[in-house]
């Protein structure tokens, strides 16, 4: 699929965002996503992870392109890879969101404690890489979760989405993003 950098980023957020707030189970959370147009809609921010107390330049570690807020804290992360996803991107999206202290959306600081981060691949991938993402899912999730059992690490998550099409993918993200958020709900009433 050759298309230009974020039309699926912002699809999704778009979609995720209108339904969302139709619901009256889920118009709490914040639906925030880069590459739309803040003259239309005034969740287009990029969400920016970032280490430490303080926010700045020398703090910052990736860009995310959705994230799904409630209260001060953030819940689901979504980073999309709309063209080629490599292991070594994968590896960057999933760092830049282990080792966050905090995500900054506009000129507001979330928190990054407990935090399911899905990958999406909007482009099919067959043969060698497909191989290798799946190794990589299996490593990494072993290796987070190792991380998190020592106490060493806040609670990630990672849920990837086999590659799919566009639209396919916007239907896979909005389900699982939906089933994500209603149990995280359900959890905070209880705590």
């Given amino acids: 699929m050759k298309s230009a950098p974020g039309i699926a980023t912002k699809k999704i957020g778009e979609l995720l965002k209108q339904r969302f707030e139709k619901d009256s189970e889920l118009s709490s959370l914040g639906v925030y996503y880069d590459h739309g147009t803040r003259e ?58 282990v080792l966050a202290d905090s995500v900054m959306i506009g000129k507001r600081r979330y928190a990054v404690k407990d935090v399911e981060l899905l990958i999406a691949m909007v482009t099919p991938e067959k043969g060698k890489i497909a191989g290798k993402l799946s190794r990589l899912k299996r490593h990494v999730n072993k290796y987070i979760k190792a991380l998190r059992d020592s106490g060493r690490s806040k609670s990630v998550r990672m849920v990837s989405i086999e590659p799919a099409t566009q639209d396919e993918l916007v239907q896979r993200i909005e389900k699982r993003v939906r089933w994500t958020a209603k149990k995280k709900l359900r959890s905070s009433e209880v705590a």
């Fill in 40 to 97: 239309i809609s005034h969740n287009v921010f990029q969400p920016t992870t970032y280490m430490g107390r303080r926010y700045g330049r020398d703090a910052t570690l990736s860009g995310l392109d959705i994230a799904l807020t409630l209260g001060s804290k953030v819940l689901v992360i979504v980073e999309i890879e709309e063209r080629t996803a490599r292991p070594k991107i994968i590896l960057g999206d999933i760092f830049g969101v």
